[in-house]
């Protein structure tokens, strides 16, 4: 599977962006899919995912600002960010795994500035 990440940039504090990731693969065929975030000198961590069965878990610093959608004609996952803070600032990592493979596109940088 070969993921395409785009849409980072940079956003003022309580701006929004909308990340994309483009699937090589057919995402009805992908079980998880979504991104990860990797500030400088933190671990990688979990933002959002969507899973095959609808369901949809994000990280409890991002809950009620960001949103994760699936475009099933495009084979694309979608991060809407709204509601940017300075410490949304990282790389974004688009992720999927197909059964317990795991995936990573290449980073986006989202850098909120002011």
């Known amino acids: 599977v070969q993921l395409q990440a785009s849409g980072g940039g940079l956003v003022l504090p309580g701006g929004s962006l909308r990340l994309s990731c483009a699937s090589s693969?057919?995402?009805?065929?992908?079980?998880?899919m979504g991104w990860y975030r990797q500030a400088p000198g933190k671990q990688r961590e979990l933002v959002a995912v969507?899973?095959?069965?609808?369901?949809?878990t994000f990280d409890g610093s991002v809950k009620g600002r960001f949103s994760i959608s699936r475009d099933n004609a495009n084979d694309t996952v979608y991060l809407e960010m709204n509601s940017l803070k300075l410490e949304d600032t990282a790389v974004y990592y688009c992720?999927?795994?197909?059964?317990?493979?795991?995936?990573w596109g290449q980073g986006t940088q989202v850098t909120v500035s002011s």
């Open positions: 969507s899973a095959s069965d609808g369901s949809t």
């Open positions: 992720y999927a795994r197909v059964n317990t493979l795991p995936y």
């Open positions: 693969r057919s995402i009805f065929t992908i079980n998880r």
